[in-house]
Every structure is written in C-alpha cells, then in structure tokens.
C-alpha cells in the first residue's frame, strides 16, 4: 500500500499563489503517475494536473498557464505551484498516486481564494 501525506493549502487572496506538496510512503513502483484532483461543494472531483515518474504531464484546461505541476522521484514526492489564483479555484485538493495494479488517495487540503 501507499501513504499519501499532503500540505500547503490555505487562504489566498485572488491572484495570490499557494504550493502544494504530496509526499508518497510504502510500496513505490518506480513507474507510477503521481497527480491532483480537486471537488468543491457539490461537484465532482476532478483531475487538475497529473505527472509521469518520466515526467509526462497533462494539466485541466482551466489550470493551464497557472499551475505548474513537479515531482522529485527522489523524495517520491510530488508539488503543484498555484499562481494567479482565481475564487473558482476554491476546493479540497486530494493527492492521488496510480501505478498498475494498485494505487491511493490523500486526505485532501482546502484551498480557499478569498478577499
């Protein structure tokens, strides 16, 4: 199994920038897709930005030119800078790590963009 711990997340004005960061523990497969959702009150979750253990990347059209996601395989850890953040950006944002045959969720962190 694997752990996800995340942190980061807070009140920012709009326009601010906030990074978070997700740090993976237990059974790594050196080939695995570490990413971030996120669900505000009464949606659906949805995918913000994922990235390959190669590097690949694929970001949510709404995201693109704002958020920038990174990882270290070293640290198996994962980030995602925010900036230019918008009101609509608000939600609980869950890390998620993929890789074949299993994979696991953290415990989410609020993000809130606010004046």
């Known amino acids: 199994q694997v752990q996800l711990v995340e942190s980061g997340g807070g009140l920012v004005q709009p326009g601010g920038s906030l990074r978070l960061s997700c740090a993976a523990s237990?059974?790594?497969?050196?080939?695995?897709?570490m990413g971030w959702y996120r669900q505000a009150p009464e949606k659906e979750r949805e995918l913000v930005a994922s990235?390959?253990?190669?590097?690949?990347?694929n970001y949510a059209d709404s995201v693109k030119g704002r958020f920038t996601i990174s990882r270290d395989n070293a640290k198996n850890t994962v980030y995602l800078q925010m900036n230019n953040l918008k009101p609509e950006d608000t939600a609980v944002y869950f890390c998620?790590?993929?890789?074949?045959?299993?994979?696991?969720w953290g415990q989410g962190t609020q993000v809130t963009v606010s004046s």
């Open positions: 237990g059974s790594i497969f050196s080939f695995n897709v």
């Open positions: 998620n790590y993929r890789a074949i045959g299993t994979g696991g």
């Open positions: 990235i390959t253990s190669r590097g690949n990347t």
